[in-house]
């Protein structure tokens, strides 16, 4: 069992950047595919971006590609989202994710491990 905490939201400008962190408890976070999703008022949850166990892999959702790296570092138990260009879309409570599957995917099912979430706003 893994325990996440997310941190490093905020209030941004449009085009400004941030950086997500997601600290991971236990000593097995090497063996957990890790992603990141959102949702924002009134909407779904929503993939964002996902990266192997290794980190030699991610994936990205069309709509944060090219502006979203997601990284992780295993000796930390940390993974990362950095956000930059941000759009005033990109509003949202943002979640990391675990899932003991190395293959990544988009599919929020697949993940068995939530945090609690940090909100970002981007002011247009």
Same mark, same amino acid.
């Given at each position: 069992?893994?325990?996440?905490?997310?941190?490093?939201?905020?209030?941004?400008?449009?085009?400004?950047?941030?950086?997500?962190?997601?600290?991971?408890?236990?000593?097995?976070?090497?063996?957990?595919?890790?992603?990141?999703?959102?949702?924002?008022?009134?909407?779904?949850?929503?993939?964002?971006?996902?990266?192997?166990?290794?980190? $030699?892999?991610?994936?990205?959702?069309?709509?944060?590609?090219?502006?979203?790296?997601?990284?992780?570092?295993?000796?930390?138990?940390?993974?990362?989202?950095?956000?930059?260009?941000?759009?005033?879309?990109?509003?949202?409570?943002?979640?990391?994710?675990?899932?003991?599957?190395?293959?990544?995917?988009?599919?929020?099912?697949?993940?068995?491990?939530? $945090?609690? $979430?940090?909100?970002?706003?981007?002011?247009?």
């Amino acid at each position: 069992q893994v325990q996440l905490v997310e941190s490093g939201g905020g209030l941004v400008q449009a085009g400004g950047s941030l950086r997500l962190s997601c600290a991971a408890s236990g000593r097995t976070f090497s063996t957990y595919a890790m992603a990141w999703f959102r949702q924002a008022p009134g909407k779904e949850r929503e993939f964002v971006a996902a990266i192997s166990r290794s980190g $030699g892999s991610s994936y990205y959702a069309d709509s944060v590609k090219g502006r979203f790296t997601i990284s992780r570092d295993n000796a930390k138990n940390t993974v990362y989202l950095q956000m930059n260009s941000l759009k005033a879309e990109d509003t949202a409570v943002y979640y990391c994710a675990a899932s003991p599957k190395n293959s990544l995917t988009n599919y929020y099912r697949s993940y068995d491990y939530w $945090g609690q $979430g940090t909100q970002v706003t981007v002011s247009s």
